[in-house]
C-alpha cells in the first residue's frame, strides 16, 4: 500500500439495532405481522416457545413435502397453509400446553381429525409437549385436506363474491 491509506468502516457503539425478540401473547402464541409467503411463516415458527418450535418445523416440513406448491401466510397471529385460488386448508396456533392445528374442513376427512370444535365442519389435532403425533396420518390429512374447497381469508372471499357478481350481471 505505498503512500495509500486505507478506509475502515467505524461502526458506533450503539448504532446498530438488535433484532426485536417477538412478542408472545397468552399462551405462548407468537406475535407476528401477517404477511403471505414463506417468510412470515418462517418467522413465526422461529419464535414459537420451547418445544413447540421444533414442533412447528416438523409440521411445516411434512406439509412442504406433501404439497410442494402449498401456499402460506401469517395472519391473526396464526400461520396458514393453502392451496392457491382454493383458500386455507389448515392453521396452527400455539397454546399454553399444546399445539392446535385446525382443519378447516375436517370433517370431512377420513378419519376425522380427534378434536370437535363449535364449527360443525372444523376438527382439530392437538400436540402436546411430548411432540408426539402419527405423522403419517397427518401427512394423510394435509393431502385430503387440500383437496377440499378452504377458507377464504376476508379479503379473498369479498374479492370472490365481487367477481361472482360481475358475471352475473355481465
Same mark, same amino acid.
Given at each position: 500500500?505505498?503512500?495509500?491509506?486505507?478506509?475502515?468502516?467505524?461502526?458506533?457503539?450503539?448504532?446498530?439495532?438488535?433484532a426485536?425478540?417477538?412478542?408472545?401473547?397468552?399462551?405462548?402464541?407468537?406475535?407476528?405481522?401477517?404477511?403471505?409467503?414463506?417468510?412470515?411463516?418462517?418467522?413465526?415458527?422461529?419464535?414459537?416457545?420451547?418445544?413447540?418450535?421444533?414442533?412447528?418445523?416438523?409440521?411445516?416440513?411434512?406439509?412442504?413435502?406433501?404439497?410442494?406448491? &402449498?401456499?402460506?401466510? &401469517?395472519?391473526?397471529?396464526?400461520?396458514?397453509?393453502?392451496?392457491?385460488?382454493?383458500?386455507?386448508?389448515?392453521?396452527?396456533?400455539?397454546?399454553?400446553?399444546?399445539?392446535?392445528?385446525?382443519?378447516?374442513?375436517g370433517?370431512?376427512?377420513?378419519?376425522?381429525?380427534?378434536?370437535?370444535?363449535?364449527?360443525?365442519?372444523?376438527?382439530?389435532?392437538?400436540?402436546?409437549?411430548?411432540?408426539?403425533?402419527?405423522?403419517?396420518?397427518?401427512?394423510?390429512?394435509?393431502?385430503?385436506?387440500?383437496?377440499?374447497?378452504?377458507?377464504?381469508?376476508?379479503?379473498?372471499?369479498?374479492?370472490?363474491?365481487?367477481?361472482?357478481?360481475?358475471?352475473?350481471?355481465?
Open positions: 500500500m505505498s503512500g495509500r491509506y486505507r478506509r475502515h468502516t467505524v461502526v458506533r457503539k450503539g448504532t446498530q439495532k438488535a426485536a425478540e417477538p412478542v408472545l401473547l397468552s399462551g405462548g402464541n407468537p406475535q407476528i405481522a401477517k404477511g403471505d409467503g414463506d417468510g412470515p411463516v418462517q418467522a413465526y415458527i422461529a419464535a414459537m416457545p420451547g418445544w413447540k418450535r421444533g414442533v412447528g418445523e416438523r409440521l411445516d416440513a411434512l406439509i412442504v413435502a406433501a404439497l410442494p406448491d &402449498v401456499a402460506k401466510a &401469517v395472519k391473526w397471529n396464526s400461520p396458514f397453509y393453502g392451496v392457491p385460488g382454493q383458500g386455507y386448508f389448515l392453521g396452527l396456533h400455539c397454546l399454553t400446553n399444546y399445539i392446535k392445528i385446525a382443519f378447516f374442513q370433517a370431512a376427512l377420513t378419519p376425522e381429525p380427534p378434536v370437535g370444535s363449535k364449527d360443525p365442519d372444523t376438527r382439530y389435532l392437538h400436540i402436546g409437549a411430548d411432540g408426539a403425533f402419527d405423522e403419517a396420518r397427518f401427512t394423510d390429512w394435509v393431502r385430503q385436506a387440500a383437496a377440499l374447497p378452504g377458507y377464504l381469508a376476508p379479503e379473498a372471499q369479498e374479492a370472490a363474491t365481487l367477481k361472482k357478481n360481475v358475471k352475473k350481471s355481465g
